[in-house]
């Protein structure tokens, strides 16, 4: 079921506009992912994810697998009925989940093992495990098993990850291959920290076992913006052009941007849906905080050029107040918002990639969000 093709090009920059066939549906690229973690994308349904232009959500098997548990979700005969989500899913593989929140793990040739954050029990995460989990969820697209590292890491730990992280994909992809899973997709994860060189022998040990797509991991892990930028461009040159290009954990819009033009396909991050609950609210003139005084009395929508249910019913007075009040439903209406940012500026590159006008897009982005009014003041 796994086709993916380009329709159009930049003529000036890397940017490319395509469509990734699965079995839930096309997904057009570049993509923004909305984070469901636990099966679900924090405050919204399926259906106000839908309105807000979401293709495609991400998962996390190590989350789900620790609760509630593939035999549940077996029952429901994968994720989607479970979730009562129809469009395609993404599920990452759980090795940065082990790595960032386990309380202890090891590392061993064949994989994980670790204790849960939950209860302390004591677990074991192989590359086949990961992709029969992914299976098990009825996954659109999984996600090999990887090394992550932390950043920074000299050399050594780069190039053992890395090492690891090739081992393991094999492992995978002959699990993949095992299982038979035909209508689905399974992507591979390059490493290599911030060694340019040890990316690219992780580019070619992936590239040579051959997968349906390629997904940039380690970055957006504290290094700064300038060096994930320079190690995703000079990466993202060198995966196959006729697969997917997936740079995994960013980011900021800025940070889309800027890697849509170096040619990167799809993206997940957190950000919009955990800034929305602590406040935190994207435009097209910037970033605002709803809970700054200034907002406190204003009538108008957080942004007047967006169309999202928020913007179109409520103002930023109101949302102040729900905001101060600590009332649930701002988490919801702010969440509404940043989703349906993300997935409006994804489209606008889209389009801006059809019309041979990504270069000019990129140049209004950046002289919108240089409003001289100042939107992000302290907090009183």
Same mark, same amino acid.
């Given at each position: 079921?796994?086709?993916?093709?380009?329709?159009?090009?930049?003529?000036?920059?890397?940017?490319?506009?395509?469509?990734?066939?699965?079995?839930?549906?096309?997904?057009?690229?570049p993509?923004?992912?909305?984070?469901?973690?636990?099966?679900?994308v924090?405050a919204?349904?399926?259906?106000?994810l839908?309105?807000?232009?979401?293709?495609?959500?991400?998962?996390?098997?190590?989350?789900?697998?620790?609760?509630?548990?593939?035999?549940?979700?077996?029952?429901?005969?994968?994720?989607?009925?479970?979730?009562?989500?129809?469009?395609?899913?993404?599920?990452?593989?759980?090795?940065f989940?082990?790595f960032?929140l386990?309380?202890?793990?090891?590392i061993?040739?064949?994989?994980?093992?670790?204790?849960?954050?939950?209860?302390?029990?004591t677990?074991?995460l192989t590359?086949?495990?990961a992709?029969?989990l992914?299976?098990?969820?009825g996954?659109?697209?999984?996600?090999?098993?990887?090394?992550?590292?932390?950043?920074?890491?000299d050399?050594?730990?780069?190039?053992?990850?890395?090492?690891l992280?090739?081992?393991w994909?094999?492992?995978?992809?002959?699990?993949?291959?095992?299982?038979?899973?035909?209508?689905?997709?399974?992507?591979?994860?390059?490493?290599?920290?911030?060694?340019?060189?040890?990316r690219?022998?992780?580019?070619?040990?992936?590239?040579g076992?051959g997968?349906?797509?390629?997904?940039?991991?380690?970055?957006?892990?504290?290094?700064?913006?300038?060096?994930?930028?320079?190690i995703?461009?000079?990466?993202?040159?060198?995966?196959?052009?006729?697969?997917?290009?997936y *740079?995994?954990?960013?980011? @900021?819009?800025? !940070?889309?941007?800027?890697?849509?033009? $170096?040619?990167?396909? %799809?993206?997940?991050? =957190?950000?919009?849906?955990?800034?929305?609950?602590?406040?935190?609210?994207?435009?097209?003139?910037?970033?605002?905080?709803?809970?700054?005084?200034?907002?406190?009395?204003?009538?108008?929508?957080?942004?007047?050029?967006?169309?999202?249910?928020?913007?179109?019913?409520?103002?930023?007075?109101y949302?102040?107040?729900l905001?101060?009040?600590?009332?649930?439903? *701002?988490?919801?209406?702010? @969440?509404?918002? !940043?989703?349906?940012?993300?997935?409006? $500026?994804?489209?606008? %590159?889209?389009d801006? =990639?059809?019309a041979?006008?990504?270069?000019?897009?990129?140049?209004?982005?950046?002289?919108k969000?240089?409003?001289?009014?100042?939107?992000?003041?302290?907090?009183?």
């Open positions: 079921m796994h086709r993916f093709s380009i329709i159009a090009k930049s003529s000036h920059c890397a940017a490319r506009r395509g469509v990734l066939k699965t079995a839930h549906g096309d997904i057009q690229t993509v923004f992912m909305p984070v469901g973690t636990q099966a679900t924090k919204l349904s399926p259906e106000e839908a309105d807000c232009g979401a293709q495609i959500i991400l998962g996390n098997t190590y989350h789900l697998y620790l609760r509630p548990g593939p035999a549940v979700i077996r029952k429901f005969n994968g994720l989607h009925a479970f979730m009562n989500w129809n469009g395609p899913i993404l599920t990452d593989s759980g090795g989940q082990v960032s386990a309380k202890l793990f090891n061993q040739p064949d994989g994980f093992t670790f204790q849960s954050h939950i209860d302390g029990s677990h074991r590359p086949a495990k992709v029969e992914q299976l098990a969820f996954s659109d697209i999984a996600m090999c098993l990887d090394d992550c590292i932390k950043y920074p890491a050399r050594k730990e780069a190039e053992t990850a890395l090492q992280t090739t081992q994909a094999a492992k995978c992809k002959d699990a993949w291959v095992e299982k038979g899973a035909k209508d689905r997709s399974l992507f591979a994860v390059v490493q290599g920290g911030m060694y340019k060189d040890l690219d022998i992780s580019t070619d040990g992936l590239t076992i997968f349906h797509g390629y997904a940039l991991g380690g970055l957006s892990v504290g290094e700064p913006v300038d060096l994930m930028l320079d995703a461009a000079h990466s993202i040159g060198r995966l196959p052009d006729d697969a997917p290009k *740079v995994m954990g960013v980011g @900021t819009p800025e !940070n889309l941007v800027e890697l849509v033009g $170096l040619g990167a396909d %799809m993206f997940d991050c =957190v950000l919009p849906t955990r800034n929305a609950r602590n406040g935190q609210l994207f435009t097209t003139f910037g970033t605002m905080n709803i809970a700054n005084s200034r907002f406190r009395d204003d009538p108008e929508p957080i942004d007047a050029g967006c169309g999202c249910y928020t913007c179109r019913h409520f103002s930023r007075a949302l102040s107040h905001y101060r009040a600590k009332e649930l439903f *701002v988490y919801r209406l702010n @969440t509404i918002h !940043n989703v349906y940012y993300y997935n409006t $500026l994804l489209t606008q %590159m889209r801006a =990639v059809e041979d006008a990504f270069d000019a897009f990129r140049k209004r982005f950046y002289e969000r240089q409003n001289p009014e100042p939107l992000t003041e302290a907090t009183p």
